[in-house]
């Protein structure tokens, strides 16, 4: 009986704000076992599913891992290659058997075996830790969702609000 009593006394705004919430948390469980079941077919979920989601919000944490970028709370420490030619091509390339604008000027040969293949690194690319991006994408993730459920905590408390200031009005 004291949350019914507690819940009579409080202010419109907080109840509104409280509704707003309950509204979302109750919209995340309609997508996740009813919306998204139906609109599953055999390749999956279709693009335009994701309108009504997105109108809602829902769908901004789902997304967060296109929307946050990545590693951003982390600092780029390892090395990858993204540009890489086989051993063959650089030896075409130094015979001349290539146009002279296939690899940069002044370039030499950072050896690197890919996939089996002996070959050259021509372009590294610093990037953070795995361990690192995966905690910044899971912040990325539950802050959309802290945000998702801020903005409806607002939305109802400022219809609380408009309801309270009209009954006083009365």
Request: aromatic residues 14%.
């Amino acid at each position: 009986m004291g949350i019914k009593r507690r819940w009579k006394k409080s202010p419109l705004w907080l109840k509104g704000g409280l509704i707003g919430v309950g509204i979302c948390i109750a919209l995340f469980f309609f997508y996740i076992f009813m919306y998204f079941p139906l609109v599953e077919n055999n390749i999956g979920i279709p693009n335009n599913a994701l309108i009504l989601p997105m109108i809602t919000g829902h769908a901004f944490p789902i997304l967060s891992h296109f929307i946050v970028p990545y590693g951003f709370l982390c600092e780029d420490s390892v090395k990858h290659c993204t540009g890489w030619v086989s051993e063959s091509f650089v030896e075409d390339y130094k015979e001349g058997l290539l146009p002279r604008d296939t690899l940069p000027e002044n370039y030499v040969c950072d050896p690197l075996i890919q996939e089996g293949v002996q070959g050259c690194c021509t372009t590294w690319t610093d990037s953070p830790t795995t361990t690192c991006s995966n905690i910044s994408e899971g912040v990325g993730f539950f802050g959309m969702i802290i945000l998702l459920l801020g903005v409806y905590f607002g939305i109802g408390a400022a219809i609380g609000k408009y309801i309270q200031k009209r009954k006083s009005k009365k």
